[in-house]
């Protein structure tokens, strides 16, 4: 028995990857690969694969597919490998796809007319990387290889996206008529959301510690923040527009602050009450389940409250509040989009001008961003928390 | 010297502690025994202030503990548990530093320290030290907790059924580790156990416990030889009280001494001055034999000890 479990371990035969690849064949055969509009606002024409980029486009997409079916066919560590690298340029250059259906669809002499993204560009791209992760996982690649691999994936995007052969595509045609909104915008998201998850951070830890010294805070505090979190968002943002509006006129001052019933200052508060209750309610866990053995070991050995505190039960729940603040922290980018809605800015922004519009580039425009806001700080907290875990 | 003077705790209307005097003598090793619940760790943990005495007096070298700050207390008090309490996050050579760090130490003076007891507990300097405790097996973190509760050079050790939850055969051997290191050290210490052997092999001093109140406190060969109740007697068992008293006493007692050591012979088996008398009548049983040598440590033959001996002096 433990003969076996000590041979090095290989590969596993598994389906995954082909069935995936086999129905990213079935998208790009059945989807449209892109869209060309007349305008912005009229929904225009789709294009399937070979219609957008000829024999060559689909050769090269099909060819990709078969190869890596083929070579997930046996789960050989060297195979993988070559899957693995495979998938990568693929994802990184999926773009050029679209530029190659801009240069053959689009008519020369418009230029309102451009290029959308369609259903069947983004499922390959999505089942590409589903492929790829499936093979890392496979390969058991460590933590900083995946996400070099993320990050290069997103440099071959960025450098396609800044080639000349792809401004005709809605999505950067509506960023190169906003690039200073949409900065000002990605400033304002971060701040507001890291702001509010900062703020909260301090003052959750701060009830956190109130609860464990004196249990009989635990029920009404955890009380009021689980109440907070109840209230639709977007109920919360309107109730205090009020209250902060009859502040400012009462002092004027605070108006040169920008402290008003809409704009920033009610969205940081709103984002705060919301992120509070994961917050208290992980750090506060977190301390309390140090084991008492441990804490009475400590002040055994002569350590004072103090230095329990700070030496020992710290350490011990880092991990829980730092998990507690990566929650936190998605939770914020995600509700910021929502707080456009009272005036606070950020991609929030983009997201209802779209909307108000019909024009879905510009959503995209602040969703994307967005979203990957979101992944970006899930994958700096995660690898925060496997380090401290690990230790 | 520790003194218990009138020591009473209790938890609401329940009695842990129940009007208790003990005197624990410098350099001594007390053992608190008793059944489970009958206020053993309460009545450590009174001793470094762990929990706060209801009424009476406890005093450490003729000073009111509770005149002195706590955590100035404590330091001067080695304390290891059943459950070891080391901290989870940091290695072993950190875990067993922790007091000499408090105590601000130059950091090579601890690391020499630690270095030190490490091999003192049959640890390995270079490959336990950066270790962390999950990665240890029971024994070996006890190891640890016994190293960590030396650390600062206490005057006093407290243990709390610090090899209760070990395999016989380990505990066994920690308990041999625990009379050599008592030996070189002389600490004087409280014991915590519920294993009347334990106390048997490791005590100058028994305290018998029960319901919160100490029944008998005597040496352990009083302790068998005159058991002040039933409830004293139950305990120690009735069936092998000669064998426990024969476990008390070494073969060096009682054995007959030449006048000057002999060569020994090759392979020729025999004692060791060390040896319980236990442990001779049982080889002697075991052999068939009525007569055995006895070596000494050096490995020459001192002398001699007969069945006769054991049966009539032995117990
Ligand atoms: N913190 C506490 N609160 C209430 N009762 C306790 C507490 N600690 C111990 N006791 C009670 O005091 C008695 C003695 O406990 P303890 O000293 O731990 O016993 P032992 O160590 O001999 O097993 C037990 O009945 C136990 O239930
Ligand atoms: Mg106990």
Redesign the pocket.
Known sequence: MPLITTLPNPVKSNRVVQALALAALGCVWLLDLGVVQPNRIVSGTGYGLYASTGWLGTGAVISLLVVVFVLATRPAQKRFQVVAVVLTVALMTLPLLLEVLARRQLPEDSGYARIGVGAGFWSLAFLLALMLLETLGQLKASRRFQLSTVLLIVAGWWLCASREGLSSLALIREYSNRSDQFFQALTVHLSLSLGAVAISAMLAFALAVAMVKRERMRRPLLGLVSFMQTIPSLALFGLLIAPLGALSDAFPFLQTLGIRGIGWAPALLALIAYSLLPMVRNTYVALMEVPESVVDAGRGMGMNERQIFRQVKLPLALPVIIEGVRITTIQAIGLTAVAALIGAGGFGTFIFQGLGQAAMDLVLLGALPTVFLALAADAILSALKFQETSK | MIELKSVTRR??D?V??DDIDLTVETGEVCVLV????????????MINRL?PRTSGEILVDGEDINKADPEALRLNMGYAIQSTGLFPHWTVARNIGVVPDLLKWPAGKRDERVDELLILLGLDPETDAIKYPHQLSGGQAQRVGVARALAGDPNILLM??PFGALDAITRENLQQEMLRIQRQLNKTTVF?T?DIDEALKLATRIAV?DK?KIIQHDTPEEILRRPASAFVENLIGKGDRGLKLLALRSVGELMERYPQPRKREPNADGLKEADSLRFALSVMVWKNASRLPVNSEAGEEVGTVTREQLLQGGA
Do not use: Q
Request: one cysteine or more; charged letters at 15%.
């Open positions: 938890f609401g329940a842990a502690v008793g059944s489970s619940g009958c206020g053993k760790s309460t009545t450590l943990r929990l709390d059924e915590v519920h416990m919160g």
